[in-house]
């Protein structure tokens, strides 16, 4: 069975600062990995998603993502963030593979603060 | 075009009601899901299903049901409602396993 770890609950940063939201999973087979947001009292809406090539992926609203392979990592970063993006950023994962029933597993979010 | 489309939006249930999340989706999409989202905890899966006729538990299954006669409906039913299933219950659909699209959700509050 796969799982996601999100290991900060919690990321304050400055406008117009970098940030980075970090995710790993775990799985034995291959995976499909996705960072979605999440604005106050509304569903969630996919950020950018990894299903295979290029590890370095770029999404909507300036995100951009890379997989690791080797270090099960998909960590999220925006090099100058905006007071916008004060959300619920989650990661999660899928398998791969012919005959998998995949389930779409969530980490436990981070929600980024972003302050003048 | 309506996407996934989850009703009611809000609802106050007293102990040990019943009732049925309605959501359905436009997309014909195999893949449906349901998610519950506590404070803190995320999303946590509830019951999914790969397509009409076959639905398999999540993390959390107890205290729910689950059907799926059609490629459109995934219905959620709490029989014996409870305030621990008080809570934000997300709808989901996917092609496959790539991207989940997700419903407005419907906040549940059990008195």
């Known amino acids: 069975a796969q799982s996601v770890t999100q290991l900060d609950s919690q990321v304050p940063v400055f406008e117009e600062a970098p940030v980075e939201l970090r995710c790993n999973y775990s799985s034995s087979v291959s995976v499909y990995l996705f960072w979605y947001v999440q604005y106050p009292n509304q569903g969630l809406q996919l950020l950018l998603k990894y299903l295979s090539g290029s590890t370095l992926v770029k999404g909507i609203n300036g995100f951009e993502a890379e997989f690791n392979k080797s270090q099960t990592s998909f960590h999220l970063r925006k090099p100058s963030v905006h007071i916008s993006d004060t959300a619920e950023y989650f990661c999660?994962?899928?398998?791969?593979?012919?005959?998998?029933?995949?389930?779409?597993?969530f980490g436990t979010g981070t929600r980024l603060q972003v302050t003048l | 075009n309506a996407g996934v489309t989850q009703t009611p939006k809000f609802r106050i249930l007293k102990i040990g009601q019943s009732m049925t999340l309605q959501c359905t989706q436009d997309?014909?999409?195999?893949?449906m899901y349901w998610y519950r989202q506590d404070p803190g905890m995320g999303l946590k899966l509830i019951y999914y299903?790969?397509?009409?006729?076959?639905?398999d538990k999540g993390e959390v299954p107890n205290g729910y049901n689950v059907s799926r006669s059609t490629t459109e409906d995934f219905p959620l039913r709490l029989e014996l409602a409870a305030p621990s299933q008080t809570s934000v219950y997300f709808c989901?659909?996917?092609?496959?396993?790539?991207?989940?699209?997700f419903g407005q959700g419907t906040r549940l509050t059990v008195v």
């Open positions: 997309m014909n999409h195999n893949y």
């Open positions: 999660a994962v899928s398998t791969t593979g012919i005959g998998t029933a995949s389930k779409l597993t």
């Open positions: 299903s790969v397509g009409a006729g076959i639905t």
């Open positions: 989901a659909s996917a092609r496959g396993q790539r991207e989940a699209f």
